[in-house]
């Protein structure tokens, strides 16, 4: 079975400019939350969806945004990239929200110039 | 004070050694605790999943919870060079909707041949 999927896996921007970064979780799954890892650090919650709602936000300013769609796919949407974002942003999926493990896609590594 | 405290590394043993990971905590909320290992370019992989105190083995790996001293500790014997990663304590309340994991800074393991 395909594991948590993540697209695009490198992406390169400028100050200012908005990304999109997209997860399929795993079969089945039906949560998925959003982390940023910047190096050196552990991953940072930064959103959780389950069954197309948001279930918990992290503390991270207005600029970041997700959705989930009916198949359980989801989008992060960050506007107006500072360099400071620059970090892996890993999607976890789980089958359930509430105590349920959580497996990480590889992530998708995003560098602002 | 940090929720979750890491020792970072980096730890560097010979192959065949005991390797001692540990994390500490301080929210008393926190009943599930997971270890992940991260290999370099990769998300994190779950390793051990356990919920409240106690010990968990699997294989050459046994994750242990102390809950009254809020530390965790994962226990990996025979080490391997494939073992060499960075290990990552995680840890969550587990009530039902929110429940972002927490996670420490992740420890460098080296394990040389």
């Known amino acids: 079975d395909a594991g948590v999927t993540q697209s695009p896996t490198h992406l390169i921007k400028t100050r200012g400019q908005h990304v999109t970064l997209r997860c399929s979780p795993i079969s089945g799954h039906k949560s998925v939350s959003w982390y940023q890892q910047v190096l050196g650090q552990g991953p940072q919650f930064i959103f959780q969806?389950?069954?197309?709602?948001?279930?918990g936000r992290g503390n991270f300013p207005d600029r970041f945004s997700a959705r989930q769609f009916p198949n359980y796919s989801s989008e992060l949407n960050v506007n107006a990239l500072l360099l400071g974002d620059s970090a892996l942003y890993l999607c976890?999926?789980?089958?359930?929200?509430?105590?349920?493990?959580?497996?990480f896609g590889d992530g998708t590594r995003l560098s602002i110039l | 004070q940090k929720e979750v405290e890491q020792d970072p590394g980096p730890l560097s043993v010979p192959e065949g050694a005991i390797v001692s990971l540990n994390c500490t905590y301080s929210n008393s909320a926190f009943q599930y605790f997971m270890w992940y290992r991260q290999y370099s370019r990769k998300g994190p992989e779950l390793l051990m999943y356990?919920?409240?105190?106690g010990n968990k083995e699997d294989g050459r790996f046994t994750a242990q919870v102390d809950k009254s001293s809020k530390y965790i500790s994962l226990f990996i014997r025979d080490s391997q060079p494939s073992d060499s990663a960075t290990y990552l304590c995680?840890?969550?309340?587990?009530?039902?909707?929110?429940?972002?994991?927490?996670f420490g800074k992740g420890t460098r393991l080296s394990v040389i041949a």
């Open positions: 356990t919920y409240s105190s």
């Open positions: 976890a999926s789980s089958l359930l929200a509430g105590n349920q493990p959580q497996h």
């Open positions: 969806y389950y069954e197309k709602e948001e279930r």
């Open positions: 995680a840890m969550t309340s587990g009530s039902s909707g929110n429940t972002p994991l927490v």
